[in-house]
């Protein structure tokens, strides 16, 4: 049985961990998304020194622990907790977003880009107006995918002193000893994020697809 108890008990607890478990994420989707969309448009860049920064950057951060690059910044630049997890969590989830937005580029027919830079645009320009809009909505099944592993990951603040809801539940595991109806209630905590976010996606899935 789940002692919800332990929930009204540590009321406050439960809902800061929630609350900057919450804020992580959304700044950590907002950056991954900037950043992966400057990578993945370096990696088709018609410049080879961007194809270099860009391919370096996805290979080098995918094929490394997310907890390592946590710790590169919580104990080499000094970060705090929440900051350090939170930059983390966009430094290695660019790298995935960026490779399924270049996906989604390389879906666009090569006429497109030809047709705008003829009529004047810049490579920048074209990005921006013509490819990436199209790209993206190809790619929000996999958009929305990284954007809920992302939230699942926000837990590594926990191993930081970040003060998400992994970092509380250890605590108040700590002061119950109840380690069981903790980590539950934990887990309902996330699905509260998770499961609207899997609904907004669907939507957008949807949406998009229908005015494309």
Same mark, same amino acid.
């Given at each position: 049985?789940?002692?919800?108890?332990?929930?009204?008990?540590?009321?406050?607890?439960?809902?800061?961990?929630?609350?900057?478990?919450?804020?992580?994420?959304?700044?950590?989707?907002?950056?991954?998304?900037?950043?992966?969309?400057?990578?993945?448009?370096?990696?088709?860049?018609?410049?080879?020194?961007?194809?270099?920064?860009?391919?370096?950057?996805?290979?080098?951060?995918?094929?490394?622990?997310?907890?390592?690059?946590?710790?590169?910044?919580?104990?080499?630049?000094?970060?705090?907790?929440?900051?350090?997890?939170?930059?983390?969590?966009?430094?290695?989830?660019?790298?995935?977003?960026?490779?399924?937005?270049?996906?989604?580029?390389?879906?666009?027919?090569?006429?497109?880009?030809? #047709?705008?830079?003829? *009529?004047?645009? +810049? !490579?920048?320009?074209?990005?921006? =107006?013509? @490819?990436?809009?199209?790209?993206?909505?190809?790619?929000?099944?996999?958009?929305?995918?990284?954007?809920?592993?992302?939230?699942?990951?926000?837990?590594?603040?926990?191993?930081?002193?970040?003060?998400?809801?992994?970092?509380? #539940?250890?605590?108040? *595991?700590?002061? +119950? !000893?109840?380690?069981?109806?903790? =980590?539950? @209630?934990?887990?309902?905590?996330?699905?509260?994020?998770?499961?609207?976010?899997?609904?907004?996606?669907?939507?957008?899935?949807?949406?998009?697809?229908?005015?494309?």
């Amino acid at each position: 049985m789940i002692n919800f108890s332990i929930l009204i008990n540590y009321w406050d607890m439960f809902l800061e961990g929630f609350q900057n478990t919450l804020i992580a994420s959304m700044i950590a989707l907002l950056g991954s998304f900037v950043l992966g969309t400057i990578i993945a448009v370096f990696r088709i860049a018609p410049f080879r020194p961007l194809n270099w920064v860009g391919a370096a950057y996805v290979e080098f951060i995918r094929n490394i622990p997310l907890l390592l690059i946590v710790f590169v910044f919580f104990y080499g630049f000094k970060f705090g907790g929440f900051t350090a997890g939170t930059l983390g969590l966009i430094i290695y989830t660019a790298a995935f977003i960026a490779e399924a937005i270049r996906a989604g580029i390389l879906s666009i027919p090569k006429g497109q880009t030809e #047709a705008a830079r003829s *009529s004047g645009l +810049t !490579y920048i320009q074209t990005m921006r =107006y013509v @490819i990436l809009p199209q790209a993206i909505k190809v790619v929000i099944p996999p958009l929305g995918n990284q954007s809920l592993n992302l939230v699942k990951n926000s837990s590594i603040l926990g191993v930081v002193a970040g003060l998400d809801l992994m970092y509380y #539940a250890d605590l108040v *595991s700590l002061h +119950t !000893y109840v380690v069981f109806s903790v =980590y539950i @209630i934990v887990a309902l905590f996330y699905l509260a994020i998770t499961i609207p976010l899997s609904f907004l996606v669907e939507y957008l899935e949807r949406r998009l697809t229908t005015s494309y």
